[in-house]
């Protein structure tokens, strides 16, 4: 893996690091995207610097998590999670660590994430650690737990819902033994709130392989949701267009997943359950008196339905023309 292909606001952040005489590297989903010939959404830098150190050596940073080690620093354009060396002990409920540990070396950071094709790290001679086959199962297209999956999953339950969506999304299979771990701790979801599942099973939903999100229904992962264990075919959503409305709607359908249940937004509530369109109570006539003609008084209901649809408190005349004076209109 080359350097040159690095986003230059990535290398010199590194760079920075390096020169203050700590070691840096770009780790996790940038690494394994970069094998696999993709182009990484994100880039995050694990280094054996404290974060106390890395708001020093930058002028623009924010404290997005110092009690686990993590800092966003604002570097040309770029928004990067510069995180310290450390180890996580204790996971009293189910999803983060009790307890964090710094002044770690890298193979020991690397051991505490999820996945081996997440747990991988950029060395400043281009070489990649490695220690535990991520290569070797990018090759093998399998996504395996690193160490003990039961261990793993019972951490933070969430990962067996990111399994899912990795396989989803990378057209991977599920390892053996980190499958047969996801269905022994299925019940462990109960844990995780309701907003991360549903961030999860959107991604998988609009991901290639959306049938994917038969196996949490399969487990009983979403009965709290409405959707009862059963084994369910959904190979049909993959012919829907990847939009949220559709693959929720074909989804509840198949499933019976109760979307008022789900944390999702009001507008997206209203498509699943295809709702009636909210009616402005500005009219296109009134539009026309305002000033507007031809396709500005459709962009002028289109912001009025769209804003009504998720706050219908604000539909009065008003409250609509001080909408449309904010948005410009």
């Known amino acids: 893996?080359?350097?040159?292909?690095?986003?230059?606001?990535?290398?010199?952040?590194?760079?920075?690091?390096?020169?203050?005489?700590?070691?840096?590297?770009?780790?996790?989903?940038?690494v394994r995207d970069s094998l696999l010939g993709r182009t990484p959404g994100d880039w995050d830098v694990a280094t054996s610097a404290r974060p106390e150190t890395v708001q020093a050596l930058f002028a623009r940073t924010v404290p997005t998590g110092l009690r686990h080690g993590t800092v966003t620093v604002l570097l040309d354009g770029m928004s990067l999670e510069v995180t310290a060396f450390r180890r996580e002990e204790g996971y009293s409920d189910g999803r983060r660590p009790d307890r964090v540990v710094f002044g770690v070396g890298l193979t020991e950071d690397l051991a505490r994430r999820d996945f081996t094709i997440n747990a991988m790290a950029l060395l400043p001679d281009g070489t990649?650690?490695?220690?535990?086959?991520?290569?070797?199962?990018?090759?093998?297209?399998?996504?395996?737990?690193?160490?003990?999956?039961?261990?793993?999953?019972r951490?933070?339950?969430?990962?067996?819902?990111?399994?899912?969506?990795?396989?989803?999304q990378l057209g991977f299979a599920i390892e053996e033994e980190t499958a047969a771990a996801l269905r022994r701790e299925a019940a462990g979801l109960e844990q995780v709130s309701g907003e991360r599942v549903r961030v999860e099973l959107e991604k998988t939903l609009l991901s290639q392989r959306p049938e994917l999100c038969a196996l949490p229904v399969e487990l009983g992962m979403l009965a709290r949701f409405g959707a009862p264990a059963r084994q369910v075919d959904l190979t049909e959503l993959a012919v829907l267009p990847a939009t949220p409305e559709e693959r929720w709607r074909g989804f509840c359908q198949k499933t019976g997943l109760d979307i008022t249940a789900m944390p999702v937004e009001r507008r997206l509530r209203r498509a699943v359950l295809a709702e009636p369109s909210p009616v402005p109570a500005l009219t296109g006539g009134e539009l026309y008196a305002m000033g507007f003609r031809g396709a500005a008084i459709r962009t002028a209901l289109d912001t009025l339905r769209s804003h009504i649809s998720e706050y219908p408190e604000d539909n009065t005349k008003e409250k609509l023309r001080e909408v449309l004076k904010k948005a410009g209109l």
């Open 155 to 168: 951490e933070d339950a969430l990962r067996m819902l990111r399994a899912v969506r990795f396989a989803a």
């Open 1 to 30: 893996m080359e350097w040159e292909r690095v986003p230059g606001p990535v290398r010199s952040c590194c760079e920075t690091l390096w020169a203050a005489g700590e070691a840096a590297c770009p780790v996790g989903g940038c």
């Open 128 to 153: 990649v650690a490695d220690p535990f086959g991520g290569r070797a199962d990018l090759v093998e297209r399998v996504i395996r737990c690193v160490g003990d999956p039961e261990r793993r999953f």
